[in-house]
């Protein structure tokens, strides 16, 4: 786990989902303190135009290649990246870790109805794991929550906050717990029921956000960095 191909000045792993999540399990068997950021071109870019956001996800302990961009980016410099690992198959190969061992979860963000959803979701799916905490997106002070993460000691924190605002405040309470810690975007959305991820087909083809983008015309916004990136990728690699 320790190779890395670095795009835009972030190391990205370099491995498969399948040696990724045996890493985790021997993290979390060894209560070693694990974050993880699941990062996209959106969030490269981001991460190029405020160093200081840089700064803070390189302190991870994992910078994951989430979104077929970057691995098209790791084949442009000629570094192509294993496979593609994204935050929601981390997730679930998470979920299911902890129905297997009885482990505690923590689960931070989205709206109040679909968090609640997702909450009944997973315990249903996934009846052996142990949910000790879950609160919405939609707060002003984060103490309560350290103080909960503090008290219930999870195994596993999944914070779907949307970045900058999950690692930000990832970085900030890491320490509480000696837990996996993963940034996870939409996720809760997709299994609270209320998005529907992406058929196979798509998901074989690279083509996720292709489906995002029908589903959703209004992401079109979201896609706009996709051709800064490329471009980026290309004149720094050139330097």
Do not use: C
């Amino acid at each position: 786990m320790s190779k890395t191909v670095t795009i835009l000045n972030l190391p990205f792993i370099n491995t498969t989902n399948q040696q990724f999540l045996l890493a985790l399990t021997q993290r979390i068997q060894q209560k070693q303190n694990t974050f993880i950021v699941t990062a996209n071109p959106e969030i490269a870019v981001y991460a190029y135009d405020h160093p200081q956001f840089r700064q803070l996800i390189t302190s991870a302990d994992y910078i994951t290649p989430d979104g077929i961009g970057i691995i098209k980016a790791s084949q442009i410099i000629k570094q192509p990246l294993k496979e593609r690992i994204t935050g929601f198959d981390t997730l679930v190969s998470l979920l299911e870790l902890a129905n297997q061992h009885q482990l505690k979860i923590y689960l931070l963000g989205a709206q109040k109805a679909v968090l609640q959803k997702a909450v009944v979701n997973i315990q249903k799916k996934y009846p052996h794991l142990k949910i000790v905490g879950a609160h919405d997106g939609y707060f002003t002070d984060e103490k309560a929550i350290s103080t909960e993460i503090k008290a219930t000691q999870p195994d596993i924190v999944a914070v779907a906050l949307g970045y900058p605002k999950q690692e930000q405040f990832i970085a900030r309470n890491r320490q509480l717990a000696p837990a996996v810690w993963i940034g996870v975007g939409g996720s809760f959305d997709v299994l609270s029921g209320s998005v529907k991820r992406a058929p196979q087909v798509f998901q074989k083809l690279n083509l996720e956000w292709l489906y995002r983008f029908l589903s959703h015309p209004s992401r079109l916004s979201r896609f706009k960095n996709l051709p800064r990136f490329i471009y980026l990728v290309k004149h720094n690699h050139d330097k």
